[in-house]
């Protein structure tokens, strides 16, 4: 019935951008927060970026002054620009839903879960 569903993953090289997007139904948009989160192999899942409905934002110090989280209301959709790339951008990128109030930047405060965009950055 929810449904998050990520776009915009692939090949960068360093120094490179792409840019993500989450569209989510209405509600679920219109939960607190939305945020993205990563993974890459044989590490854990950590917090990117995270939006409020209220348009507060939150990005993780690894990303602060390269990416930036937005939203476009009438698209219902969550966008995640990345600037300057890395090699050690390079994950499994996760959008992600909080229904009520909570901690933006921890996974606990997240219900729904799309099922990820790989995104892969070469040297």
């Known amino acids: 019935q929810v449904q998050l569903v990520e776009s915009g993953g692939g090949l960068a090289q360093a120094g490179g951008s792409l840019r993500l997007s989450c569209e989510a139904s209405?509600?679920?948009?219109?939960?607190?927060?939305m945020g993205w989160f990563r993974q890459a192999p044989g590490k854990e899942r950590e917090f990117v970026a995270a939006?409020?409905?209220?348009?507060?934002?939150d990005l993780a110090d690894s990303v602060k002054g390269r990416f930036t989280i937005s939203r476009d209301g009438a698209k219902n959709t969550v966008y995640l620009q990345m600037n300057s790339l890395k090699p050690e951008d390079t994950a499994v990128y996760y959008c992600?839903?909080?229904?009520?109030?909570?901690?933006?930047?921890?996974?606990?405060?997240?219900?729904?879960w799309g099922q990820g965009t790989q995104v892969t950055v070469s040297s």
């Open positions: 939006i409020t409905w209220g348009a507060n934002t």
């Open positions: 992600a839903a909080a229904p009520v109030r909570g901690p933006i930047a921890r996974r606990s405060a997240y219900t729904y």
């Open positions: 209405e509600r679920t948009f219109r939960s607190y927060a």
